[in-house]
């Protein structure tokens, strides 16, 4: 067990539906990252947080969004869903925004029908 | 831009054999390697990392790692696998203390 939570697990739903992703970070970690995994695409980074800041973008589509609350949990939304989004969302967090160690939760398999 | 490739997709291997899983990088600057190691159905887990001194990384679970700057490689190896250790791998690089940009990944499969 990483420390890292994510809710939920598993989602289905329809495309052109927005979702929404929760990832609660490690006690004491100030960033938290997303990636995204698919099987055409592999593993690649979205977006990271530190402490409540945008810190840096990655592959992140216009219809993704992203935020990070005082009490430092994130979530990640996702709008007008296609069937190319079905993936496993995965959050990390690190204690920093540096070279830390990041610390994977299970991740939230979406699928959109 | 820094790009990861992981030289072989699958690797099947007999159990107490040894085996290497390759990985080399493309980077301009400094680089910060690891290997994350993805469990059936479960999310990733830090294997081992480089950072600076010496080459040779010793990680979890009897992995090490060597990094080659010359050969711009980081080969995972193992002296004798085990059936627990039946899971994908990925290389990754860090780029500027930010975001880890993964290979494809490389799906080790432990045969009795």
């Known amino acids: 067990d990483s420390g890292v939570t994510q809710t939920p697990k598993h989602l289905i739903t329809a495309t052109g539906q927005r979702v929404t992703l929760r990832c609660s970070p490690r006690?004491?970690?100030?960033?938290v990252y997303w990636y995204q995994q698919s099987l055409d695409q592999g593993l690649q980074f979205l977006i990271q947080?530190?402490?409540?800041?945008?810190?840096a973008k990655g592959n992140i589509l216009e219809r993704f969004s992203a935020q990070q609350f005082p009490d430092l949990h994130s979530e990640l939304n996702l709008s007008s869903l296609e069937l190319g989004d079905s993936a496993l969302y995965f959050c990390?967090?690190?204690?920093?925004?540096?070279?830390?160690?990041?610390?994977f939760g299970p991740g939230t398999r979406l699928l959109v029908l | 831009a820094q790009s990861v490739t992981q030289l072989d997709s699958q690797v099947p291997v007999f159990e107490e054999a040894p085996v290497e899983l390759r990985c080399n990088y493309s980077?301009?600057?400094?680089?910060?390697l690891f290997w994350y190691v993805q469990y059936p159905n479960q999310g990733l887990q830090l294997l081992l990392k480089?950072?600076?001194?010496?080459?040779l990384v010793k990680g979890i679970n009897g992995f090490e790692a060597e990094f080659n700057k010359s050969q711009t490689s980081f080969h995972l190896r193992k002296p004798s696998v085990h059936i627990s250790d039946t899971a994908e791998y990925f290389c990754?690089?860090?780029?500027?203390?930010?975001?880890?940009?993964f290979g494809q990944g490389t799906r080790l499969t432990i045969n009795p």
């Open positions: 990390a967090s690190s204690v920093g925004g540096g070279l830390e160690t990041q610390y």
């Open positions: 006690s004491g970690d100030l960033s």
């Open positions: 947080y530190y402490n409540g800041e945008e810190r």
């Open positions: 980077s301009s600057v400094s680089v910060y």
């Open positions: 480089y950072l600076s001194g010496s080459t």
């Open positions: 990754a690089v860090r780029i500027g203390g930010q975001k880890l940009v």
